[in-house]
């Protein structure tokens, strides 16, 4: 996560701060809460405000925890089951990948 994602944490508040934010929100792309939500965001968070006192930021939940994550999921294993049938064409994830058929 932290040592693999660019920009770092420290490099976008900077970034947002520098074209003008009074508000950070930091919102992690994970799909359940775990030890980088919990511990790892808030502390490089909070480490990177450090340099921006004046401005306030939030760590959100992250989005596997909203309700309407089952409805994202639901429409994109109905689309990839109509794209099997032969009723639609790839989504944008997988075309030209050669991924989304039935494995038999």
């Known amino acids: 996560m932290k040592e693999l994602a660019e920009p ?29 939500w919990k511990q790892d965001i808030p502390s490089l968070a909070a480490e990177a405000s450090k340099e921006h006192s004046n401005v306030a930021y939030i760590v959100t939940a992250p989005l596997g925890l909203h309700e309407l994550m089952v409805d994202i999921m639901n429409d994109r294993i109905n689309y990839c089951l109509k794209h099997v049938a032969g009723d639609v064409g790839e989504c944008t994830v997988c075309a030209g990948t050669g991924k989304c058929h039935l494995y038999t």
């Open 8 to 36: 770092t944490i420290k490099e976008a508040f900077g970034k947002c701060v520098e074209q003008g934010a009074s508000r950070i929100i930091v919102s992690p792309y994970f799909l359940s809460p775990g030890r980088h």
